[in-house]
């Protein structure tokens, strides 16, 4: 079968499964640089819980935990899960698109977008004040309705966007855009605006096609570079992979293509805050039950991919679901599934290579809330692992570096 890019999204929905309740507690057993010294299961009945801010201090979720696509987006507070702000989604002219919902790098502020792709209906980039609710439209077209894509007598300039990513500095959100001339695509470009307002500034035109920029896009810290997932419509298109550009748009080249048919291309999950790591995920390879490791270590400089297996030889068909850069960059946190028992916790050493367990009894579920959506590892060292299949429930762990 081959898959378009709208294709890959549209079978997706739900990834994780459920294992055997275990009770938890702190293990004092250190990861490679790290301890574990909390564990800590939360629910938010009726939110599907999403992500919490690089601080720590709060999470993102939206509810109904089903029926989000038209319901709201809102942040609650860690400590106590009280709720801090929402924002109706039902009046986007689309439904909102789970993967794109960001936290700036203080996390103050969401930046959100629609699935304009799965719904053919007009969608722009959003705004949202995490501590108010107050929601700012950063691209507003103004086109409403259907996207033009037969001719329907309209000359409007349509501009529908997805991917967003902060900037390092949180100034501004760049974000991929396909725009629209009346029935005739004018191509897809990585543009970046202000989060005070005014003209999006384009970066680079990086397809002729529709939303071919479609699966995520970071900044290294240091904001010099982005990297952004290139998926064409056609899966042997020689230019499917991660991209690499300067921060003005200069110096784009193709770091990662696509190595192994079954695998297909990789798109940027994140980048290490050390910036000499990208961690990958594979589209194509999170779809099937059992197959290759969807997640994968690229090399910033060489592009070489290193994938996240396991060394489960009970289970032939064990992966790493989920994963996420320790804030110093130093390690790696992994999550396992399809292993005995599941959803273990383990830590990887990135100077080493050594991999060490640091919840060998496994979490009671785990799973991103949709593909390609990691764990957050903030700086105040809180872990958030979301529930997968258990759509409000998460799991909170502290770690303690040494």
């Known amino acids: 079968m081959r898959w378009s890019t709208p294709s890959l999204l549209l079978a997706s929905l739900l990834v994780g499964t459920l294992s ?20 800590r299961r939360i629910e938010l009945p009726g939110v599907r819980i999403l992500s919490m801010s690089p601080d720590g201090a709060s999470i993102a979720g939206v ?31 689309s439904t909102l698109r789970l993967e794109d919902v960001t936290w700036s790098p203080d996390g103050s502020h969401l930046a959100f977008t629609a699935n304009a792709f799965q719904t053919f209906k007009d969608g722009d980039l959003w705004l949202m004040d995490a501590a108010t609710g107050e929601v700012t439209n950063l691209d507003d077209d103004g086109f409403e309705g259907s996207l033009p894509f037969g001719d329907d007598g309209t000359d409007a300039l349509v501009t529908v966007d997805v991917s967003p990513a902060f900037t390092s500095d949180g100034s501004a959100v760049s974000f991929s855009r396909t725009s629209f001339q009346g029935s005739i695509p004018g191509g897809n470009d990585i543009a970046t605006v202000p989060l005070v307002g005014g003209d999006p500034t384009s970066l680079a035109t990086v397809s002729d096609g529709i939303g071919a920029a479609y699966f995520g896009m970071a900044w290294t810290t240091d904001g010099t570079r982005l990297a952004y997932s290139l998926h064409e419509p056609d899966p042997d298109h020689p230019g499917n992979g991660i991209w690499l550009m300067d921060a003005d748009g200069t110096g784009r080249h193709l770091l990662a293509g696509r190595t192994d048919v079954e695998l297909g291309a990789p798109a940027v999950a994140q980048i290490s805050p050390a910036g000499d790591r990208l961690l990958a995920w594979y589209p194509i390879a999170a779809m099937r039950y059992s197959g290759p490791d969807a997640l994968a270590l690229i090399d910033m400089t060489t592009g070489d991919a290193t994938s996240l297996g396991t060394d489960d030889a009970d289970s032939p068909v064990a992966a790493i679901t989920l994963a996420t850069f320790s804030p110093d960059g130093s390690a790696l946190l992994e999550v396992t599934t399809r292993t005995n028992p599941d959803h273990q916790v383990r830590i990887r050493d990135l100077a080493s290579g050594t ?36 759509l409000s429930g998460a799991t909170l762990l502290t770690l303690a570096a040494g």
Request: proline share 10%; glycine share 14%.
């Open 20 to 39: 055997t309740p275990a009770t938890l507690a702190a293990d004092p057993s250190p990861g490679p640089g790290y301890r574990l010294t909390g564990v």
């Open 63 to 93: 509810r109904p935990a089903v029926g989000y696509a038209r319901g709201e987006l809102c942040t609650f507070e860690l400590v106590t899960l009280a709720e801090r702000a929402c924002t109706s989604v039902a009046d986007l002219g």
């Open 355 to 390: 991999v060490m367990a640091l919840l060998p009894e496994g979490l009671e579920s785990a799973g991103p809330p949709q593909y390609g959506m990691m764990p957050t590892w903030a700086t105040n060292g809180t872990v958030l692992i979301t529930g997968g299949g258990d």
